[in-house]
């Protein structure tokens, strides 16, 4: 069997990995429905309808979640062939080819007679529905929170979560020091790739990714000593203070209501 | 389940041979698993389960490090974060993305690695889509919690008194590795494989993951064990003996208790646990009494010994709660022992879950007051 170069699948990996938040932060910057509002309403009411979505017992409601979705994405000017494809693409690509052949295998009254003697179940129709719609309307609704707002802002939003201040202090460090370690991993892979002629083996590979793991490992480790050196330079005692610009408008109560409403009405509905 | 049925016939054996491969592969990056595949109500509980390991790492790493934590625990969940995107080939020709949480275990103590893992896990589920909010839990549960507990305890156990070089390690580090994410697979095709026997429409049709246990467990252990779990294997064992040559300072200091630490009084409640396993799986003797435990009757029951009137109150109340494993039984698992030990082991766990809770939190609170 023919396999990839190992060097260049993680080199694009790290690649699209950085692409993806720079494209998340070129959105979050339009003006748009959901840039517009407040982020602990966008952190609420994402909550609630992933909630809704995933309680439903009916396939209508999940799918009226889903066009909600849509029309949240459209006036917020999330690019619309993008949003979809990314959902419906990569995503169910996964879940699709796993769902497949439980159409088969869930007992149940025969619906469909296929060649082979394969039969498709009613009941294997309706559980394959229900992942498919459930698996890409939460999706969907994750997708738009992160497009739809600065992860710095999520940040700060969770305060209203109760999510104590030092673990978001270091989840914002963590999600800085995330692209400090990409670059210099595909710095890595880059300047190793730029010295090799032909193909590597299998083992020569492992020993590339391993050495790579290893010099990761010890710069992160040596890096958080500098880092916290550095805090305590600038008088870092252990208390952290963020700054709170939350300010809640009539658009926000408005929308967010509105929102809410509706994942507390596809509840009921979708008992 | 009964596959026969449906693929009765001549069925196209090469086909079914692709999808299958596909599947396999597909499995092994399952790790991560999206919202949609598991209930609300599974995924509260496996918030409940991984919350006393959150509480104890925060606990142990404020202990150990206080202000130096923030730093640490970012550039660690960082780390974990690219190393999930590194690909390491394996023998046979194939390669899988690894979670980097064994070595964590390793080098930092179980503790430091869940609080690691969880926070990596979180950027990529709350910032790049990469696993559900809802699932969150389930999958700090499989890969923050189950691979560096496994890991970190099977490395010890091999590590006991040898030198920083010896190879007794290397090979706690491999067999370490390899079991803690076959484990976490397990885990993840026990939640999968639940989902159908608790949660239907009318109708039969289940409304989450669909495949029974019989079929999701082999579905996510065996192609881990192959190909997942040889590639984190293969890279802690790598990434070890690296630093073995580049920087031993790292490994040394994880040799000392106050880094790796011991999981706390499972020793002291080995024979504890080891009689509530043994009153588990002797549960179904209950079957062979007649008849239902003394003042436990249901309306039918009360009915049926001849009580004329069933009290109003009791008529009303008996609709209010339909508990999970009604008569410690699932049906769609067609063996009502196995259901009864299943049932008893999910007790066990819920109420051990949230005995040790209490106790965490009366700890927390009785040593701040004695800080003041």
Redesign the interface.
Known sequence: ?K??N?LE??IR??SR?LE??LF?EKISARPGLLQGLDARVKVVY??AL??S???S?SLLVIAAIYLVVLGLACSSRVPKIDFILRVWLF?PF??G??????L?????PPLIPLP????I????L???L??LL??S???SL??L??LTTP?NT?LRALHIMRVPD?FI???G??????Y???HI?NDMFLSRKSRVVGRLS?AE???V??????????K??N???E??LA??SRG???RVVTLRIFEMRKRDWVWGGLLLSLSAAAIILGR | ???SN???????RYLAGC?GL??IW?AT??MHI????L??ST?AIMFLLVLPFWLSGVRKLRKDL??????????????S???M???????G???AHVT?AA?AAV?LGPEAATIAIT??L??Q?????DG???ALGANCFNMAVIVPQFSAAIYRSFAKNTPIDSSRRLAGAAIGAWTGITMAAFFAGLEFGLQPLLFK?P?????????PLS?SIPAMVIPHALIASAAEA??TV??I???RR??PA?LESAGKPGRVAEPSGTGKFRKLWITMLALAVISPLGLLAPGTAWGEWGTEELARMGLKAIPEGIARLSGIWGAPLQGYNLPALGNSNLGYILSALVGILVVGVVAWLFTRLLSIGSTEQSGH
């Open positions: 069997m396999r990839h190992v699948h993680v990996d790290i990995a993806r938040s998340a994402t909550l992933l909630i979505v995933n309680l017992h995503l996964f879940t080819v796993l769902i497949v052949p439980a088969f295998l869930t007992p149940g082979y003697g394969l039969i179940t009613s009941t294997g309706m559980t394959s229900f992942m459930r698996v309307t939460s999706v994750t997708l929170l992160i992860w999520v030092i202090l270091t989840l460090m963590t999600y800085r020091y995330i400090l370690l990409l991993a299998s590979e492992r020993h990714m391993a050495a790579a793991g290893t010099t990761l490992l010890s992160s480790l890096m958080s000593s880092v916290y805090m305590k870092f005692h252990g | 389940m009964r596959l449906h693929f009765s016939g001549e069925s196209p999808y596909l599947l597909l990056t399952a999206p919202d949609g595949y209930s609300p995924s206080n202000a130096r934590v923030a730093p640490l625990i970012a550039l660690l969940a960082a780390f974060f690219v190393i995107m590194f690909n390491i080939p394996i023998p020709g194939t390669t980097g070595l080098i926070t990596a979180i950027i589920a709350i910032f790049f889509g559900g909010i809802l429409s109708d039969g049709s289940p409304l989450y993951a669909p495949y079929v293969l890279l790598l990434v003996a690296y630093l580049s920087n790292i």
